[in-house]
C-alpha cells in the first residue's frame, strides 16, 4: 500500500495541532511537525552564533536530518538521532524561529526535506501552506476554520488559566494580526486550497472533529 499524506492547514487557534496528533496515532502515521523544524534550525543557528539571513544557516538546514516519533502524548523531534523536544520550546527558540521562518531559501531546504519523510511514510502535516504548496497533491487535504472571536475566547481561556494577565480584546487583537500576517506574507501566504475538505472547528469538539476527519480519511484508505 502507498504511503498516505494527509494536509491539515488553517489559521492559529483552530485546533490543528490537537487533531493532527490524534489523528497520526490512530492511524500510526508519522506527524510531521513543521514549526519544530524551524525551531531546530534556530537552535542549531543560536549556538553557532549564525546569521539567520546568512548562507551559512543553509548550509546547517541542509545537514540536518529530521524525524519524529509519537510518545507518551508527545512529539518527539529528533535531528540527526539527538532529540530536543524539550530544547525547541523556549521563548528565544520561538521567537528565533519566527525569524528564521521568513528565510525563502531556508524554507525550500525544509519542504524539501519534509517531502522526503513523506517519501518513506504515511504523514499527518500541519501548517499554513501544507496543501497549498508543500503538499499540493496530498491524499487528503483539510483546512480548519473559526471565528476569530472563538478563537480569542479558546486562546483567553488558556493563558488565564496559566495565570496570565492578558484582556480578551488584547489576544482578539493579536489573533486578527497573526491571521492577517499569514495570509499576507511575502513566503507562502495562507490560503485554503481549493480541494481542501472545510472543517468549521467553532462549536465542534476536539472528539467530533477528529472523528469526522477519521471517516474521511478511512474511505481514501480502501
Same mark, same amino acid.
Given at each position: @500500500?502507498?504511503?498516505?499524506? *494527509? =494536509?491539515?492547514? $488553517? ?10 496528533? /490524534?489523528? %497520526? ?69 520561538? @521567537?528565533?524561529?519566527?525569524? *528564521? =521562518?521568513?528565510? $525563502? ?10 517531502? /522526503?519523510? %513523506? ?104
Amino acid at each position: @500500500m502507498k504511503n498516505i499524506i *494527509v =494536509a491539515i492547514d $488553517g489559521p492559529g487557534g483552530v485546533g490543528k495541532s490537537t487533531v493532527s496528533f /490524534k489523528i %497520526a496515532e490512530i492511524f500510526n502515521f508519522m506527524l510531521i511537525d513543521t514549526g519544530a523544524m524551524y525551531r531546530s534550525v534556530a537552535l542549531f543557528a543560536l549556538k553557532k552564533g549564525i546569521d539567520f539571513n546568512g548562507d551559512e544557516i543553509l548550509k546547517i538546514a541542509e545537514n540536518m536530518e529530521f524525524s519524529f516519533k509519537q510518545e507518551k502524548n508527545k512529539n518527539l523531534v529528533f535531528v540527526n538521532g539527538e532529540e530536543l523536544t524539550s530544547l525547541i520550546r523556549t521563548a528565544e527558540i520561538s @521567537m528565533s524561529a519566527s525569524k *528564521v =521562518a521568513k528565510n $525563502g531559501d531556508l524554507r525550500k531546504i525544509l519542504v524539501e526535506k519534509q517531502r /522526503k519523510l %513523506a517519501d518513506k511514510n504515511s504523514v499527518v502535516i500541519e501548517g499554513r501552506d501544507i496543501g497549498s504548496v508543500v503538499f499540493p497533491n496530498a491524499d487528503v487535504k483539510f483546512y480548519l476554520t473559526a471565528s476569530s472571536e472563538i478563537r480569542a475566547e479558546r486562546r483567553y481561556k488558556e493563558l488565564k488559566e496559566k495565570g496570565v494577565e492578558i484582556t480578551y480584546d488584547e489576544v482578539l487583537k493579536d489573533i486578527q494580526k497573526r491571521d492577517y500576517n499569514d495570509m499576507n506574507r511575502k513566503e507562502s501566504p495562507l490560503v485554503k486550497p481549493d480541494d481542501a475538505i472545510v472543517i468549521d472547528t467553532g462549536n465542534m469538539t476536539i472528539d467530533e472533529v477528529v472523528n469526522e476527519m477519521k471517516n474521511i480519511i478511512k474511505k481514501k484508505l480502501v
